[in-house]
């Protein structure tokens, strides 16, 4: 059964970088989008950008260009989201998500990792 | 940007049936896709593609996306539906869109 199973919770301080994986399994990682949505304590869902594993291709939201990298090892199946330049507004559970369809960039998203908390604090 | 408006709570009682609203631009000239979030947890899909649900999502949860508005309709609400749902659109220019989420309470 597809599973993505996140990192652990981090504690950074403002100016940090964070790096967040989501290690996938059960189905062919390079075939699938990959996208991070974050989520601010009691606050909604913020889409971040994706990830094509396959080509390594990446598109961020317009928000996050130039502090958020996408990454992936294709290797151990594994997508990494970093974002620098930590404040405590980031401070948030960091998601990544699968898309649903083969080769489909934007979409609906199928399946979800359980989520990293990420909280930035002096 | 393109922007999802969701009223921030619906309250309906057990037995009864729940509509949440998702207002856009145009929306229904796009495929608009549900997710419930219980606290603590992921999101889950409910319904993509405007009204088709994903296996093992009750047939209770259906959706509909006309002119400005998509609707999430929940009939014969349990209990266990309460959970904060979502709504989310791809849009070509913004990327990834979701709705503020609206808290579903049931009495």
Redesign the interface.
Same mark, same amino acid.
């Given at each position: 059964q597809v599973q993505l199973v996140q990192s652990g919770a981090e504690v950074k301080k403002p100016g940090a970088s964070v790096k967040v994986s989501c290690k996938a399994s059960g189905y062919t990682f390079t075939g699938y989008y990959m996208?991070w949505?974050r989520q601010a304590p009691g606050q909604?869902?913020?889409?971040m950008?994706?990830i094509n594993p396959n080509s390594g291709g990446t598109?961020y /939201? =317009?928000k996050f260009q130039g502090w958020v990298t996408m990454t992936r090892d294709t290797s151990i199946s594994t997508a990494y989201m970093e974002l620098s330049r930590l404040r405590s507004d980031d401070t948030a559970v960091y +998601?990544c998500?699968r898309v /649903?369809g083969i080769a489909v960039a #934007?979409? +609906?998203?199928?399946y979800? #990792? =359980? #989520?990293t908390l990420v909280t930035v604090s002096s | 940007?393109y922007v999802l408006t969701q009223p921030p709570s619906v309250s309906v009682a057990p037995g009864q049936t729940a509509r949440i609203t998702c207002g856009g631009n145009n929306i229904g000239s796009k495929?608009v896709?549900w997710?419930q979030?219980k606290p603590g947890q992921?999101?889950?899909?409910v319904v993509?593609?405007d009204s088709d649900r994903?296996s093992g999502i009750p047939e209770r949860f259906s959706g509909s996306n006309s002119g400005n508005t998509a609707t999430l309709t929940i009939s014969r609400v349990e209990a266990g539906d309460e959970a904060d749902y979502?709504c989310?659109v791809?849009d070509s220019s913004?990327?990834?869109?979701?709705?503020?989420?609206t808290k579903l309470t049931v009495l």
């Amino acid at each position: 059964q597809v599973q993505l199973v996140q990192s652990g919770a981090e504690v950074k301080k403002p100016g940090a970088s964070v790096k967040v994986s989501c290690k996938a399994s059960g189905y062919t990682f390079t075939g699938y989008y990959m996208h991070w949505v974050r989520q601010a304590p009691g606050q909604g869902l913020e889409w971040m950008g994706w990830i094509n594993p396959n080509s390594g291709g990446t598109n961020y /939201a =317009q928000k996050f260009q130039g502090w958020v990298t996408m990454t992936r090892d294709t290797s151990i199946s594994t997508a990494y989201m970093e974002l620098s330049r930590l404040r405590s507004d980031d401070t948030a559970v960091y +998601y990544c998500a699968r898309v /649903a369809g083969i080769a489909v960039a #934007g979409k +609906y998203f199928d399946y979800w #990792g =359980q #989520g990293t908390l990420v909280t930035v604090s002096s | 940007s393109y922007v999802l408006t969701q009223p921030p709570s619906v309250s309906v009682a057990p037995g009864q049936t729940a509509r949440i609203t998702c207002g856009g631009n145009n929306i229904g000239s796009k495929s608009v896709h549900w997710y419930q979030q219980k606290p603590g947890q992921a999101p889950v899909l409910v319904v993509y593609d405007d009204s088709d649900r994903p296996s093992g999502i009750p047939e209770r949860f259906s959706g509909s996306n006309s002119g400005n508005t998509a609707t999430l309709t929940i009939s014969r609400v349990e209990a266990g539906d309460e959970a904060d749902y979502y709504c989310q659109v791809w849009d070509s220019s913004s990327g990834g869109v979701f709705g503020g989420g609206t808290k579903l309470t049931v009495l």
